[in-house]
């Protein structure tokens, strides 16, 4: 790696400090994150069993569930590790290859789940506004269509964003301040002009997560529309019902994922501040969204209740 009044050209290693400013405690700080790993890791893999292993759970809305759990996972495979080993053993330093891999499978990954989100919205719109069609709609095949689709577009839109760094040579610092790589921060360390790099990289953001998260409102609206023009209450409340899961878990991921997005951007926010929120936007979703699918869905909450509490077979 050479150096040249402080520049780096072509870099071969990168650093990654964790979080500035707590590094006297980024060892205590792992325990919580180690934490809520488990709980995602233990509770999306409940899921991808227990989706296939009951019939009655082979419907839209849970293959999508399955999907988004396959994709948590994905999310804590590709950050933990890393991460924790930053905390504890003080393994700072990384190739910078791995770091543009690790990159693009938290950024895709990202655009994955935010993909799935959309197609669960769609099936709720279907599901509410068009229920004698939903079946003929929603097809396995159009399902692998949707879900094939949603992973080419996260992979070709944000696989351009490491091929845009690897022809960056010189940088003026190898030190990301951060606990895992993430786009920006690893073009900040740049010495060149990264106009292009941060054009694209605000393309991809409003291309996937604005462009998911405006069709998802204009899902809901619809919905709601529906919903209020239903004669009964009971009926209402029915429908209502069959959406709150799938609300929190929106809310959940879009608030965290914009404000991590624009504090990195155009916030003023402390470093630490800023590291602490987006790591907890990627790792408290995958944590939260079994517990809220598990204690909002009765299909699964049942599930669950016969592996945990009741016979096989039994039902109350």
Known sequence: MGSTNMSYLNPQTVILIGIPGLEHVQFWIGFPFLGVCLLAVLGNIFLLIIIPSDHRLHQPMYIFLAVLAATDLGLCVAIAPKMLAIFWFGSYSMAFNACL?????????QGVESGILLAMAFDRYIAICNPLRHTSILTPLFLFQMVLMVAIRAMVLVGILPILLKRLQLFQSVVIV????????????????VYLNRSYGLFVAFAILGFDMIFVFVSYILIFQAVFHLPQREARLKAV????????????????????????????????????????????????????????????????????????????
């Open 101 to 109: 891999t690790q990159l693009f499978f938290i950024h895709a990954l």
């Open 178 to 193: 951060h606990s895992y790589c993430e786009h920006m921060a690893v073009v900040k360390l740049a010495a060149e002009d």
């Open 241 to 316: 019902n069959t959406c709150t899961a799938h609300i929190a878990v929106f809310l959940e991921f879009y608030i965290l994922a914009f404000f991590s997005f624009f504090s990195h951007r155009f916030g003023h926010v402390s470093p630490y501040v800023h590291i602490l929120l987006s790591t907890i936007y990627l790792l408290v979703p995958p944590a939260l969204n079994p517990i809220i699918y598990g204690v909002k869905t009765k299909e699964i909450h049942m599930r669950v209740a016969q592996i945990c509490i009741l016979k096989p077979g039994t039902e109350q």
